[in-house]
C-alpha cells in the first residue's frame, strides 16, 4: 500500500486531505506541524509527502531542507501545499528541490493527479537505475579542486579513449548513447556492451558522471546559480539537474554547496 505522510498545521485542511487519501486506499499519516513532519519521514519512510509551507515549529522549507540532507529521505516526492504560489516561493522551493506545487483550496482531482504524476515518475526512475550497474561518484572533498573528468573503476583502454574524448568535450550538451557511437563508429548496442565490459558502467553514466563533477567544480569554485551551473553542465531542465544531484550525492546542489563552504570555512579556521 502506498504510503503518503501529510504535513499541515491546520486540523481542517488535514483531516480533509487525509479523509480523500484513505478513500482512495492510500495508507496516511499525519503530522501537524514541520518538526513532527520531519520525525515521521524518518521514522516511516513514505513513498510521498505533502507539506503545507507556512507552519509554526518548522516552515515547509524547513522540512524539505532537513529531508534532502538526509540520504535516507532525499529522494522521497515532496508536494507543497500553499495558499498562495507566488514566483519567488516556488522558485525558493525548487531550489530546495520540491517536485510540485498544490494551491488550497485544492479539488480531490488536482490532488490525486498530482500524486499519481509523482509517484509513477518516481516509479520510473527508481526502475532505469535499478537496471543500471549504478556506480555513485563521491563528492570530492571541500578543500579540494574537483576534475571535470572522473577516474574509472579500471583503466581504459586505446579503444575507448576516442569515446572518453567526445564526453570530456560535449558534456555539456545534450549528448546520448548514439550521438556517441555515431561519432566513433561503433554500432549503439555494441559500444555499450563494450563500455560495460571494460569499465563497469554504460556510456550514459559516463556522461553523468562527467556532467556531476563538472557541477561540483562549478558549484565550490564559482558563484553562479544552480540554474546557470545546471545549463552549463547540459541539463535543459534544472529539475532534471536537481534531481540527478541528489541520486549521485543525497542533497541538492545549493545545500551541498553550502555544507562543503562551511567545511571550507572551519578548516582555514
Known sequence: MTKVLVIENEAENR??????????GFDVISAENGLVGVEKAQEHAPDLILCD??????????VLSSLRQNRATAMIPFIFLTAKSTTGEVRTGMKLGADDYLTKPT?????????????????????????????????????????????SSSPASPQLQEVFDFIEANYHSSIN?????????????????????????????WIVEYRMAKACSLLLETNQSVEQIA???????????????RISFGTTPQVWRNAQRIQSSTALN
Open 231 to 245: 545549463e552549463a553542465v547540459g541539463y535543459q531542465y534544472v529539475g532534471c539537474f536537481f534531481r540527478q544531484f
Open 177 to 205: 548513447l548514439s550521438d556517441v557511437a555515431r561519432v566513433v563508429g561503433y554500432a549503439p548496442a555494441y559500444l555499450t556492451d563494450l563500455m560495460r565490459r571494460q569499465t563497469g558502467k554504460t556510456v550514459h553514466q
Open 15 to 24: 483531516n480533509i486531505f487525509l479523509e480523500c487519501l484513505e478513500a482512495e
Open 107 to 151: 479539488t480531490a482531482e488536482e490532488l490525486l493527479g498530482a500524486i499519481a504524476t509523482r509517484l509513477e515518475k518516481q516509479a520510473a526512475i527508481k526502475e532505469w537505475y535499478a537496471a543500471q550497474p549504478q556506480q555513485v561518484i563521491a563528492p570530492p572533498p571541500a578543500s579540494a579542486s574537483v576534475s571535470a573528468q572522473p577516474q
Open 53 to 62: 509551507i507556512v507552519m509554526p515549529e518548522l516552515d515547509g522549507y524547513g
